[in-house]
């Protein structure tokens, strides 16, 4: 069992082979919304009188105080839990949120008790696999771990609202954010060679769905991105007087000085020595 915890969240992964039928209790914490993915295992769980179905590829909505009885078929038994406290919630989503399923806007207005059992999207599948695979905790930081339950959550709790009203969703918000990280470590960087995973990491994702994500959101690759601030950085730098076309070049990461003309011609439209003169 991998995951991770802080006071706002907590990331669990619960997988065995189930010999025979097995009858558990538990008890959540009532200051909080738990949902678990499951990914495999089958059976029900009963609270309080309402009980819901346990299968494949759906998942489960905790909250409220109380304990829950669970009862797991024969077979394997995999799944993915998380907590969030109702603070955290509280901060990230709005209870009059007609976009939010009708059980999370009852849980945000008056922390009424929940059990419900739905569908696991593909998306909110996605992530919990994701989480499932991962070796260890060891294995990563705590910023990964908010960022996939970040991700879960709005995968399941965040709606696209006809006619696209105002305010600025979860998902928008996490998309925001991790191009603005990307960008300020490239910025801070740039005269080193594109390290991928490095820029991965203080994003908060794979460099794969980094490397999606920005090109579908910017418009363009990081590495072209990085090339487009390093002959802004140059070109700042020789408007400025402060760099000679050579200077300029070595400042921004650029050994030859063939690559760094070619670069410059491909954003400028001009080669340097014509940038030059024309200040």
């Known amino acids: 069992m991998g995951g991770g915890r802080d006071g706002d969240f907590a ?32 059976g029900e769980v009963a609270r309080g009188g309402a009980s819901a179905p346990l299968g494949r590829d759906s998942m489960l ?37 007609a976009a939010a399923p009708p059980s999370l806007q009852r849980f945000l207005a008056s922390g009424v008790a929940v ?5 696991l999207a593909r998306a909110a599948q996605n992530v919990a696999d994701a989480i499932a695979k991962l070796p260890s905790a060891g ?10 339950a970040i991700e879960f959550l709005s995968a399941w709790a965040v709606r696209p609202v006809a006619g696209g009203g105002g305010g600025v969703s ?16 490239l910025d801070r960087h740039l005269a080193e060679p594109l390290d991928l995973d490095a820029v991965a ?13 920005f090109s579908a959101e910017e418009g363009m690759t ?36 063939s690559h760094f003309a070619r670069a410059f011609r491909d954003e400028q439209g001009i080669s340097p020595s014509e940038f030059l003169a024309r200040l």
């Open 115 to 119: 059990l419900e059992s739905s569908p």
């Open 11 to 42: 990331v669990g992964v619960v997988e065995a082979q189930i010999a025979r039928e097995v009858v558990v209790e538990t008890e959540f914490d009532p200051q909080g919304l738990v949902v678990v993915a499951v990914l495999e295992g089958r």
């Open 61 to 97: 909505i905790f909250a409220g105080q109380g304990e829950s009885r669970w009862s797991v078929d024969r077979g394997a038994l995999k799944l993915v839990e998380f907590w969030f406290s109702d603070d955290y919630l509280g901060s990230l989503l709005d209870p009059g949120d």
């Open 139 to 148: 294995a990563t930081s705590q910023l990964w771990f908010r960022a996939k």
């Open 201 to 213: 990491r203080v994003s908060g994702c794979s460099r794969s769905y980094l490397s999606r994500l």
């Open 222 to 257: 990081l590495s072209r991105y990085l090339r487009m601030r390093r002959i802004q950085r140059a070109s700042e730098l020789m408007a400025a007087g402060r760099a000679n076309v050579g200077e300029a070049a070595l400042e921004v990461g650029y050994q030859s000085m």
């Open 170 to 185: 979860i998902q928008s918000r996490m998309v925001r954010e991790r191009l603005s990280a990307a960008k300020a470590f």
